[in-house]
T-cell receptor, first 113, second 116 residues
Framework: AQKITQTQPGMFVQEKEAVTLDCTYD???????LFWYKQPSSGEMIFLIY??????QNATEGRYSLNFQKARKSANLVISASQLGDSAMYFC??????????FGPGTRLSVLP | ETGVTQTPRHLVMGMTNKKSLKCEQH?????MYWYKQSAKKPLELMFV???????ENNSVPSRFSPECPNSSHLFLHLHTLQPEDSALYLC???????????????FGPGTRLTVL
């Protein structure tokens, strides 16, 4: 079974608007971490934001925020005020306690001028 | 140098060649990883080293041979590869721990490998 699901293969957003990238996950472990990465066309995976399963508040890092809904097992990434440089692949990942990272298939975001 | 570096950035090799990919991390981490990223496929974990000991080998063909001489360096030795091995090879490092934000993996820029 898929541990990480990203249902949007591709998304478009107008520059300066906000966009939400979906991520749902599957685990029975109460202790886990959720991560989002950005991969521009150059190839490097850039860490964006982390959410722990026990964190009471949604994580925020600058223009990135994570909409964490634990009961629904969803961890959507919200990018506010999109910029042209945000065009990239975005990967959601999870690490359960004592396990390796599992990555989702990714969402390609295109920011339109 | 900061972060995680990988060399070379691009590599073209024939099926009979032997080459090596190099990864170096400057973050003081104690775990390093090799991933393979093929077109239209999720990231595949190949090898995990923690404290220089290999702890994971996800059924990778023996034509890929990792080496971790110390906690800062990781190599992937390649020999008699197949065209389907063409992919982006990413190295990552982390401060392997019991969990939390310190589990975050930091990636290098990758080596784009083409096997002819």
């Amino acid at each position: 079974a898929q541990k990480i699901t990203q249902t949007q293969p591709g998304m478009f957003v107008q520059e300066k608007e906000a966009v939400t990238l979906d991520c749902t996950y599957d685990t029975s472990d109460p202790s886990y971490g959720l991560f989002w990465y950005k991969q521009p066309s150059s190839g490097e995976m850039i860490f964006l934001i982390y959410q722990g399963s026990y964190d009471q508040q949604n994580a925020t890092e600058g223009r990135y925020s994570l909409n964490f809904q634990k009961a629904r097992k969803s961890a959507n990434l919200v990018i506010s005020a999109s910029q042209l440089g945000d065009s990239a692949m975005y990967f959601c990942a999870m690490r359960e306690r004592g396990q390796n990272f599992v990555f989702g298939p990714g969402t390609r975001l295109s920011v339109l001028p | 140098e900061t972060g995680v570096t990988q060399t070379p950035r691009h590599l073209v090799m024939g099926m009979t060649n032997k080459k090596s990919l190099k990864c170096e991390q400057h973050l003081g981490h104690n775990a390093m990883y090799w991933y393979k990223q093929s077109a239209k496929k999720p990231l595949e974990l190949m090898f995990v080293y923690s404290l220089e000991e290999r702890v994971e080998n996800n059924s990778v063909p023996s034509r890929f041979s990792p080496e971790c001489p110390n906690s800062s360096h990781l190599f992937l030795h390649l020999h008699t590869l197949q065209p389907e091995d063409s992919a982006l090879y990413l190295c990552a490092s982390s401060q392997d721990s019991a969990g939390g934000r310190t589990d975050t993996q930091y990636f290098g820029p990758g080596t784009r490998l083409t096997v002819l």
